[in-house]
């Protein structure tokens, strides 16, 4: 007789996909289990994938923190506030962010115990199908080592981050974002190669810090994928900041040689070029991870560039696994594999879980911040979409000048006939915040005139939205 323990659910990783996905599926009735291998510096478990302990929650700590510096360094003058002896202590601010981890870690195996989810700390793999209603046995191995039976699983096993190659990660000198969050003196020279979101993100932290630096970007134009008009004032404020940002670049040989590291590399213009750093991030981009999962050994299918294949529903090639988040086709955003977590274990509840692609925001914490939904100027115009376009600056915003951050601008994009919001874009203070408003007006589809008549507290930020929804009829009020 078999020994595994049962449960209706399990779930491997315990990310943002996968956590939420246990929740909902415990919320439903299920029996769940959730496995996870990621462990604390003490061993222990850290539930939350690499959202929680490497990723959005530890760059955010930095962020602000660095944030922070930088305003009493600078702007605190410029408000009458003068502080002397300003000094770093850089090991109280990663001790914080490592704190912040802990707390999101701790809060999630507290919720696992509410919901009454099974967690179990170790590494889930597939060890074949059973007969009768169990479908699957999966393996754990590690702390809690054991064998599970699973009528559904659900595989949310995350992403890793891609390595150049020839330069593989030492987290010593060449840095993945684990390194880029846990570097302990702030390097004179920092490079960066690749200035998509991690680039910028953790270039801002270590250039307010105090470290130069120099972000290294293969394509030609920058934040390719950004509303043009957006990614143009974003790319000129980070450039006043003091980022040095070389775009259409080809990397050669990266050379690490104990204390530095050497980077060649062709710029733009065809140069030849060599910079010396004292450590080097590479942000180019994060790769599937399935390793260790044992998919072949029963014909899960992955595409030619390691995704776990699925349809819309997040169903894969077998019956009764689902899985979601990185480790499946979409953008690679936390609240992406939230939400088809969700929608997966309402799906196994027979109830219609649904995901909205079209309306996934996207935001770049930096400062100023970069947020967006939907389409944007240049994909209107391949699509040959006819539209109309309203932007507002927040100079123009009288919040914006109390908070003295009027950098940026929020543009909507309207259909040209219907006047339903196709996109908003933004860049500016708290972005992240205000493309909410957006997100919502589109799962609505609202017209760009529905925000021009909302009303809108004032003084806010969000008084931009409104005015950039009125500039698409031509009738901003304060601009
Ligand atoms: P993950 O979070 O990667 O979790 C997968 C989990 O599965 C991990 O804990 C892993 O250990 C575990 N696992 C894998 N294989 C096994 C196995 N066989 N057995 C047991 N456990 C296993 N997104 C945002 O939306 N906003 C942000 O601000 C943001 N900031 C980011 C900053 C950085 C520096 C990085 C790197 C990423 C950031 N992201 C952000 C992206 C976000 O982290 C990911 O999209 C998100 O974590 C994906 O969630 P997931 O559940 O699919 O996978
Ligand atoms: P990215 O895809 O955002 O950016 C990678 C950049 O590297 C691109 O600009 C690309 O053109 C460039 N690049 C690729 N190969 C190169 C090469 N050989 N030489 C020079 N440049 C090269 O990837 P990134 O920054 O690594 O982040 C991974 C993902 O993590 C993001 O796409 C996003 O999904 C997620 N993330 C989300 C955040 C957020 O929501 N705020 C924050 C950080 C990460």
Redesign the pocket.
Known sequence: MSTAKQFDVVVIGAGPGGYIAAIRAAQLGFSVACIDEWSNDKGGPAPGGTCTNV??IP?KAMLQSSENFEHVGHSFKDHGIDVAGLTLNLPQMLKRKDGVVKQNNDGILYLFKKNKVSFFHGRGAFAGTLDGSYSYSISVSGADAGTLSAKHVIVATG?N??E?AGAPFDEKLILS?TGALAIKAVPAKLGV?????????MGSVWRRLGADVTI????PMF???VDEQIAKEAHKLFIKQGLKISLG???GQITPNGEQVTVEYIDAAGAAMTAVFDKLI?????VPNTNGLNADSVGLKLDERGFVVVDDDCKTSLPNVWAVG?VVRG????HKAEEEGVAVAERIAGQHGHVNFNTVP????TAPEIAWVGQTEQQLKAAGVAYKAGTFPFMANGRARALGDTSGMVKVLADATSDEILGVHMVGPMVSELISEAVVAMEFRASAEDIARICHAHPSLSESTKEAALAVDKRSLNF
């Open positions: 990723g959005c760059s992403s981050a891609r150049l974002n190669i690749g200035a998509g979101v991690i680039g910028l993100e290294l970007e293969g394509l934040l390719g994928a670049c080809k990397i590479i942000s180019i981009g994060r990185d953008p690679m955003l936390a996207w935001v770049i914490y």
